[in-house]
């Protein structure tokens, strides 16, 4: 079993910051790609962004240039540094790793809000 717990969410005022991070923990093998999500009320859940375990980094057009994502391998952890902060950036962040099946966190709240 793969466990994976995200932390960091909260509130947030625009233009604010903030930084998640997601630990893999249990049955780790070789983990190929680490990766964020977000899903909005009444939307479908997108890619926000990830990393392979070359630290090749893939963002969504509307993250770039104010989300960072990284990873520290000897951690099994990854993170998504989130700057300039929007209200459309409200959402639940679920982090997703790869290793030879795909596990998924519960996800924490982002709430981009004055």
């Known amino acids: 079993q793969v466990q994976l717990v995200e932390s960091g969410g909260g509130l947030v005022q625009p233009g604010g910051s903030l930084r998640l991070s997601c630990a893999a923990s249990?049955?780790?093998?070789?983990?190929?790609?680490m990766g964020w999500y977000r899903q909005a009320p009444g939307k479908e859940r997108e890619l926000v962004a990830d990393?392979?375990?070359?630290?090749?980094?893939n963002y969504a057009d509307s993250v770039k240039g104010r989300f960072t994502i990284s990873r520290d391998n000897a951690k099994n952890t990854v993170y998504l540094q989130m700057n300039s902060l929007k209200p459309e950036d409200t959402a639940v962040y679920y982090c997703?790793?790869?290793?030879?099946?795909?596990?998924w966190g519960k996800g924490t709240l982002v709430t981009v809000s004055s």
């Open positions: 997703k790793v790869i290793m030879i099946w795909s596990y």
């Open positions: 249990g049955s780790i093998f070789s983990i190929n790609v």
């Open positions: 990393i392979s375990s070359g630290g090749s980094t």
